[in-house]
C-alpha cells in the first residue's frame, strides 16, 4: 500500500526493480529494458551501454570531472538479484511497496538496488548544488553478480573500456547494519565447492566388513567436521568473527541404489560422494588447504578422489591477498573515513564480508575496493522473504552518498593512487 506523502524517488526505485528480473528470466530478450538509459540522462550524465556476453549488458554512466588526469572514482551496483517466493511475501516482491510505516518491500531493497538508485541521486543533489568533481566519477551497473559475476563484473573489468576509465578507487555494495554503525567490508571470503568421492568394496547389506564406500566417506566427513568445530570454537570463543575463519558445511550427500521405491536397503554402495561450501578468508594459504584436502579429508590411501571448483580469484595479479588496506599506506581509506564522519556517521571496525561479491574482481587489478552499503538500524534480510528498507535509511544514505562523492572526487594528493 503506498501513502499519499511525496516521495519522489519511488518511481526510479521501482523503475529499477522492474529492469531488473530474478535469475531464471534474466536471459531471455523480452525482459531486456526498453530504454535503460534514461534515469541517468536525465541527469545530464554520460551513459553507454557494454555488452561482453549477449542479452547481458553493464550500464556505465559517467559525470566527467575537471582533472581528467587524475584517477577516476567507480561506484558499482548489480543490477540483478535473486529470485523471490512471492507467495511468502507480505507483498508483491518485484513492486517496491512503500507501507505507511516508510517501510519499501522490494527484492532487491537491500541487495543491492537501493545502492543504484543512492548513486544518482546524490549526483542530482550535488548537480541541483552546482558542485563541479575534480575526478571523474562512474557508476557501473552490472549483471550476473548472484551466479558468480562471470558473466558481469569479472568480464567488465577484464575489458579495454575499464582500462580506459583508469579507476583508482572502487565502492561496491556492502551489507546492512543492525546499529546505527554504518559497515564497511574491506575483503571478501572466497568460495570453493569441494566435492569428496569414496569408492569401497560393495557387499551384503548384512555384512560386517572394511573399506566400504559408506565408511570411507564417513571417515572424511567426521575429519572434517572436527576441522569444522576448530574453527567454529575460535568464533565461538570470541577470537574471530564469522568471516575470519575457514568455514566448511556439508551442503549434499550423494549414495544408495536407488529402487523404484527408494533405496535398495541389503546393498552396500560402492560408490559415495559429498559435497561442502568452503569459504576461504583472504589471508588463508590456499595451498595448506589444499593439501589437508589431499592428505586428510580425501586421502588416495581411503579410495577417495576430490574436486575442486575455485569461484574466483584468490590472490591479486601481483600474488597479493585480496584485500584493500585500512592503514595509512591507502590514502582513499582516511578520506572515506573522514566522509563518513562529515555524513554525521559512526563507522563500524571494518570487516571481512562473509560472502562474496564482485568487489574481488576489481582488487583482483589491485585496485583499492570497499564494500558499502549506507544502512544502519536495519535488520539483514538480504535473500529473505520480506526484504525491506526503511524509506528514511534510503533517504539518508543519499546524502551519506553525496557527502562520500564530494570527498572522494575532490581529493587530489593520490594523484598517482
Ligand atoms: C581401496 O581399494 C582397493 C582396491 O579396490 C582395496 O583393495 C583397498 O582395500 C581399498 N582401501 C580402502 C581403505 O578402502
Ligand atoms: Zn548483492
Not at 519511488?10 to 530474478?22: I, K, N, Q, V, Y
Not at 568394496?201 to 565408511?215: F, I, L, Q
Not at 597479493?320 to 559512526?346: C, E, H, Y
Request: hydrophobic residues 40%; neutral net charge.
Amino acid at each position: 500500500m503506498f501513502n499519499d506523502r511525496h516521495f519522489p524517488l519511488l518511481p526510479s526505485f521501482a523503475l529499477l526493480l522492474l529492469l531488473s528480473p530474478p535469475h531464471p528470466r534474466h536471459i531471455t530478450t523480452t525482459t531486456r529494458p526498453r530504454n535503460p538509459n534514461r534515469p541517468a540522462q536525465s541527469l545530464g550524465l554520460k551513459t553507454r551501454t557494454l555488452e561482453f556476453v549477449p542479452n547481458k549488458p553493464t550500464l556505465l554512466i559517467t559525470w566527467q570531472g575537471s582533472n581528467p588526469s587524475l584517477s577516476s572514482l567507480l561506484f558499482n551496483s548489480h543490477l540483478d538479484s535473486v529470485p523471490a517466493e512471492p507467495s511468502k511475501w507480505t507483498h508483491p516482491p518485484f513492486s517496491a511497496t512503500l507501507t505507511p510505516e516508510g517501510k519499501i518491500f522490494a527484492r532487491g531493497a537491500q541487495d543491492d538496488k537501493c545502492i543504484a538508485i543512492q548513486y544518482l541521486e546524490a549526483i542530482r543533489n550535488l548537480k541541483a548544488r552546482n558542485f563541479v568533481p575534480t575526478r571523474t566519477i562512474h557508476i557501473s551497473f552490472v549483471p550476473d553478480e548472484e551466479i558468480g559475476g562471470i558473466d558481469g563484473a569479472d568480464k567488465f573489468v577484464k575489458s579495454n573500456e575499464f582500462k580506459d576509465l583508469d579507476v583508482g578507487f572502487v565502492l561496491d555494495e556492502g551489507q546492512a547494519s543492525v546499529n546505527d554503525e554504518f559497515r564497511v567490508f574491506y575483503a571478501d571470503r572466497s568460495p570453493w565447492n569441494l566435492i569428496i568421492k569414496a569408492r569401497g568394496v560393495p557387499g551384503h547389506g548384512s555384512r560386517m566388513y572394511d573399506n566400504g564406500a559408506m565408511e570411507n566417506l564417513m571417515n572424511s566427513i567426521e575429519i572434517i567436521n572436527r576441522f569444522r568445530d576448530s574453527q567454529f570454537d575460535v568464533v565461538k570463543a570470541g577470537k574471530a568473527a564469522n568471516s575470519e575463519v575457514i568455514s566448511v558445511n556439508p551442503v549434499f550427500l550423494k549414495a544408495g541404489i536407488p529402487s523404484p521405491t527408494g533405496f535398495v536397503m541389503n546393498m552396500q554402495p560402492s560408490e559415495a560422494e559429498a559435497g561442502f561450501d568452503l569459504r576461504l578468508p583472504p589471508t588463508t594459504d590456499p595451498e595448506l588447504v589444499k593439501k589437508r584436502i589431499a592428505e586428510e579429508w580425501a586421502p588416495a590411501v581411503r579410495n577417495m578422489t576430490y574436486e575442486i571448483i575455485e569461484k574466483g580469484p584468490l590472490r591479486d595479479y601481483m600474488g597479493r591477498p585480496l584485500m584493500t588496506a585500512i592503514d595509512d599506506s591507502n590514502p582513499w581509506w582516511s578520506v572515506f573515513k573522514q566522509a563518513i564522519a562529515a555524513a554525521g556517521g559512526k563507522l563500524a571496525k571494518p570487516e571481512i564480508l562473509s560472502s562474496t561479491t564482485d568487489a574481488r574482481f576489481m582488487r583482483q587489478l589491485g585496485i583499492p575496493t570497499f564494500g558499502f552499503s549506507p544502512m544502519t538500524n536495519t535488520p539483514i534480510l538480504l535473500h529473505d522473504h520480506n526484504e525491506f528498507l526503511k524509506d528514511t535509511v534510503f533517504l539518508r544514505g543519499i546524502e551519506v552518498y553525496e557527502h562520500i562523492i564530494r570527498a572522494l572526487s575532490s581529493f587530489e594528493e593520490a594523484g598517482s593512487v
